[in-house]
């Protein structure tokens, strides 16, 4: 029986805020090695809230090895899960259980991010661990459909695909993989973006540009030559202070990329210099959190602040309080416009609050009190409805 806790607010809920805030994390097995996030099986925590008020439920672990740890994804009204290898699982809205979905041959690895193509479907992109091939693939009427596969020109590092009026962009940076995770490739001297139309066999354009590490996709635009793009970087490949630094002249924050693919060049500039992450498009602006410190360092996995980034820079920002910390901030539709929602966590306790995106820094619109410390997690997902 699926068991659902009260919640205190501070503040009324925004009219026609009606639905369900997930939020996914690693929760690793007793007495596990630890590895990156993703490799560890999830545990997903959901918030439910109405014009009644709101309650929180705890899923127990999802206790399978390489499990939906690291992102959530929504398709179509149903409520999916990734880690960083490994099957989608399907999760249950309710009693938030994971069926794997494993895709066509289980020999692909999926990509934990995904994006919806110009029908609102999603598209999950692969990797395969014995060919240099990208395959995107869609649930259609119960069962995976191939949608397209790419050859790269080399076993570069792929964490993300951009979909952009159907127009798959692959960044293929200059990693290799290791038991341990992605490690600089100092044989490679460029980062390689792919763009090849969906359904299609048509050739892809390759542009080169400048070596960098892309972990999550931001916003991106496209017309008949150019494609632009926008997403933060950062000299390492993972979340924490501790991981390899692969190239100390990258410098994080946030970045854009013009991609001209009839000549093949790329043009670059630096919007932002914080260290940030998790990036969720809103009105072509960006919401990313703002990464923590640890050891003199920047730590992803527990963001400081949130904020919003749009072509010139960064327009807004909200630092936490202190003693506290947060992760990935997701845009909610209510009858009054757009709010925000995010978790934030103290040592004993837990809050979501609700935002106001035109501005960060006000006092929340509501908070909803979750009587219980939520560990550091990476994605977050919005489902309308009772």
Request: net charge negative.
């Amino acid at each position: 029986m699926t068991e659902w806790s009260p919640c205190r607010l501070s503040g009324p809920l925004p009219q026609g805020l009606i639905g369900t805030y997930f939020r996914i994390g690693p929760h690793p097995l007793p007495g596990a090695i630890a590895r990156r996030w993703g490799a560890h099986p999830g545990l997903l925590h959901a918030i439910r809230m109405d014009a009644g008020g709101a309650a929180w439920h705890t899923a127990s672990r999802m206790a399978v090895e390489h499990g939906p740890g690291a992102n959530l994804l929504v398709d179509c009204g149903a409520l999916l899960a990734a880690g960083e290898s490994g099957p989608v699982w399907a999760i249950d809205k309710d009693g938030l259980n994971a069926a794997a979905r494993p895709l066509t041959g289980g020999r692909a690895t999926t990509v934990p991010h995904a994006h919806p193509d110009s029908t609102g479907r999603l598209v999950v992109t692969a990797v395969d661990e014995h060919d240099p091939v990208v395959s995107c693939w869609s649930w259609v009427a119960g069962e995976w459909q191939l949608r397209r596969v790419v050859d790269v020109p080399d076993r570069s590092f792929l964490h993300d695909a951009q979909i952009v009026n159907d127009q798959l962009v692959l960044g293929m940076h200059p990693l290799r993989h290791s038991p341990t995770g992605p490690r600089w490739d100092a044989a490679k001297e460029s980062s390689v973006w792919l763009i090849a139309p969906l359904d299609s066999n048509e050739r892809p354009s390759l542009v080169e540009s400048a070596p960098c590490f892309v972990l999550h996709g931001g916003t991106a635009t496209s017309d008949a030559r150019e494609v632009l793009l926008r997403a933060p970087v950062r000299p390492t490949p993972g979340l924490a202070r501790d991981e390899p630094v692969l190239d100390p002249s990258v410098v994080p924050g946030m970045r854009e990329w013009r991609l001209d693919r009839i000549r093949g060049t790329a043009t670059e500039r630096q919007l932002t210099y914080d260290p940030c992450d998790f990036p969720v498009e809103l009105d072509g602006d960006l919401i990313v959190g703002l990464a923590g410190e640890r050891d003199g360092g920047p730590d992803y996995t527990r963001c400081r602040g949130v904020a919003r980034v749009g072509p010139g820079g960064e327009l807004d920002r909200r630092l936490h309080q202190r003693g506290s910390f947060g992760g990935e901030f997701r845009p909610v539709m209510t009858d009054d416009g757009m709010v925000l929602a995010g978790l934030i966590t103290w040592p004993d306790a837990s809050e979501l609050l609700i935002l106001d995106p035109s501005d960060l820094s006000a006092e929340p619109l509501a908070r909803v009190h979750i009587p219980v410390a939520i560990a550091a997690g990476l994605h977050s997902a919005w489902l309308p409805g009772e």
